[in-house]
T-cell receptor, first 116, second 113 residues
Framework: AQKITQTQPGMFVQEKEAVTLDCTYD???????LFWYKQPSSGEMIFLIY??????QNATEGRYSLNFQKARKSANLVISASQLGDSAMYFC?????????????FGAGTRLTVKP | NAGVTQTPKFQVLKTGQSMTLQCAQD?????MYWYRQDPGMGLRLIYY???????DKGEVPNGYNVSRLNKREFSLRLESAAPSQTSVYFC????????????FGPGTRLTVL
């Protein structure tokens, strides 16, 4: 079964606007961590933000925030004030405590294009 | 700190040839991982090493072997390369807890003809 679902293969946003990238996940574990990574055209995987299942507050890191809705099992990434350098692939991922806690499962990714 | 390093960056093999991808980390992490990334897909785990001296299969282990040489180094070997192994390979490291972030190397782009 697909653990991580990213339903938006591609997204476009105007420079300086905010954009939300969707991520839903499937787990029966109560303890898990959710991660977002950015992959620019150069290919490296860059860690952006982390949300723990027990965290009561939504995570924020600079222009990145995570809209965490536990009951809906969604962990959407919000990028505020988009910049041209934000154009990249974005991956949502999850690690579960009980399911082989060394295994990070990734979604298929969303390609974000920021228009000038 | 170099973080996670991988060699080589690019490689072209003929079907049936063998090669080893090297990975090293300087973050004193216990766990190391090998992933492959194919077009239109996220990363899929090939093998991982939870700690020095242990290795386990991930989601797509067939056709690969690994060696955890020491705490810093984790290599991936293709014994007899096949065109289906054309992919981008990433090494990563982290601490063991499910809350720990994995940090990735720059990747190796492998083409098997």
């Amino acid at each position: 079964a697909q653990k991580i679902t990213q339903t938006q293969p591609g997204m476009f946003v105007q420079e300086k606007e905010a954009v939300t990238l969707d991520c839903t996940y499937d787990t029966s574990d109560q303890s898990y961590g959710l991660f977002w990574y950015k992959q620019p055209s150069s290919g490296e995987m860059i860690f952006l933000i982390y949300q723990g299942s027990y965290d009561e507050q939504n995570a924020t890191e600079g222009r990145y925030s995570l809209n965490f809705q536990k009951a809906r099992k969604s962990a959407n990434l919000v990028i505020s004030a988009s910049q041209l350098g934000d154009s990249a692939m974005y991956f949502c991922a999850m690690r579960e405590r009980l399911y082989n806690n060394n295994d990070m499962r990734f979604g298929a990714g969303t390609r974000l294009t920021v228009k000038p | 700190n170099a973080g996670v390093t991988q060699t080589p960056k690019f490689q072209v093999l003929k079907t049936g040839q063998s090669m080893t991808l090297q990975c090293a980390q300087d973050m004193n992490h216990n766990s190391m991982y090998w992933y492959r990334q194919d077009p239109g897909m996220g990363l899929r785990l090939i093998y991982y090493s939870a700690s020095e001296g242990t290795t386990d299969k991930g989601e797509v282990p067939n056709g690969y072997n690994v060696s955890r040489l020491n705490k810093r180094e984790f290599s991936l070997r293709l014994e007899s390369a096949a065109p289906s192994q054309t992919s981008v390979y990433f090494c990563a490291s982290s601490d063991r807890d499910f809350t720990d972030t994995q940090y990735f190397g720059p990747g190796t782009r492998l083409t098997v003809l």
